[in-house]
């Protein structure tokens, strides 16, 4: 076992830095909280629509158990227990098909009394956890060719399981923790660079070939790129169609609070296309403010993974900001149909309580991460 690793069974010296909280971060993720609760209370407004707002006020209250847990554990204890981590990982993954449910023609929940549990956002911030933890290990051979190869294989078998449920953009996500995590750790950039070559030529034969994609996913390629029957609601580009739609009559400064009219006309709203209510009611005043309070997200956690002197934290927290910066701009460019919809949620917007608590936990991290560092952020 490396020295490295051995940091995790030594009693943490590091404890009195855990006074060192980023507050602008936690200020930064609250905000975003805000505006997602906002748009859900909005949205149940509409007749029929459910309270939306009233079950995600308990999510985001049962998500403050993850997120105190990953910002009191002791970050390094995380390597002790990466094998089980990734073992438990893979398996709730094949449990999906023995013993989920199926919604929309893909298997991807498993009910759990009243809740639904959703293994493969489970799966990104274990994959954070295990392939950081991997890189760790392995300090002193992480520029070898079979370092790298064992990095790609640890990733490639949960990616082939989120795949198989169909779970395209769930899938890339987890190619893209593990690209982010493997940038800030030392493996040789040639190695990277082969594997993203192929990725964009993988990503590429199948935009230009969609019947190739698995499930629904070739209809929704298909749609984008030359329209489709969107003004239909059979047609699968009605939800980008009513999207624009709402875009356009929201304006500069919105249709106002409860007032907006296209929650009845897009389907689902209320978790991939929930940005939208931002743009009708708020306006484009109301998109400026959110993508700015994102920015400033980001930023945070771009610092944090920037100042970290520690690799373990840095590749924590790259694989944190990777993971939730992805969501955000795929999401909004699937809204805006700059992109096809793949089915990724808005971090901290989004109905659902898998998704929330995967937020609340990944900043959780974060900010243990920081807390333990010595440099201070600006």
Known sequence: MSSYALDAFRPNIESRSLRRIDWWLIVAASILLGFGLLALYSYSLHPGAGNFFRKQAVNVIVGLVP???????????????????????????????????????????????????????????????????????????????????????????????????PHFGGAVVLGVIWFSVSLVSDVPVRFLGVVAALALLVIGFLFTHPASMPGYHDKRIKDWQFGGTAKSQSGVGFQTYQAEMAFGVGGVVGTGIGKGQQGENIPEQETDFIFTIIGEELGLVGCSLVLAAFAFFFYRLWLVMYRATDPFYRMLAAGVLGMLAFHTFVNLFMVTQMLPVIGLWLPFFSYGGTAMWLCMAAVGLVVNVRARERPILF
Do not use: C
């Not at 002791?74 to 990466?82: E, G, M, T, V």
């Not at 094949?94 to 809740?115: C, D, E, H, M, Q």
């Open 67 to 165: 997120a105190t847990l990953l910002a009191v554990i002791p970050p390094k204890l995380w390597i002790r227990s990466a094998s089980v981590l990734y073992v438990v990982n893979v398996l709730a993954l094949i449990a999906i098909f023995k013993v989920g449910t199926s919604i929309n023609g893909a298997a991807r929940w498993i009910n759990i009394g009243p809740l639904q549990f959703q293994p493969s956002e489970m799966a990104k911030l274990v994959s954070i956890l295990t392939v950081a933890s991997f890189y760790a290990m392995r300090r002193e051979k992480i520029k070898d060719l079979w370092t790298f190869v064992l990095g790609l294989l640890h990733i490639a078998v949960p990616m082939l399981l989120v795949l198989k449920q």
